[in-house]
């Protein structure tokens, strides 16, 4: 998966699904982005959760993907 299909997806469900879209969303996506990059600090609540919700950054990133692609439904070009 890449990084820039997986922002297409995003503003897909910006532009055609607002009501589907949501900020919650993206904040995860981006700490989750941070996570793999190492950009979280160890005492960080974001960290804690995202360690207390997933086992690893990609199972985080791979849930989210599955969400965006649900979202996105059949206007996706990404199933």
Do not use: Q
């Amino acid at each position: 998966m890449k990084y820039l299909d997986f922002l297409w997806a995003l503003d897909l469900l910006y532009r055609y699904h607002p009501k589907y879209h949501s900020n919650e969303l993206l904040l995860l996506a981006d700490d989750i982005l941070k996570w793999i990059n190492n950009e979280l600090p160890e005492d960080s609540s974001s960290l804690i959760y995202l360690k207390s919700c997933f086992e690893s950054p990609y199972d985080a990133f791979t849930a989210v993907w599955k969400e965006v692609l649900l979202l996105a439904g059949p206007f996706s070009r990404l199933n």
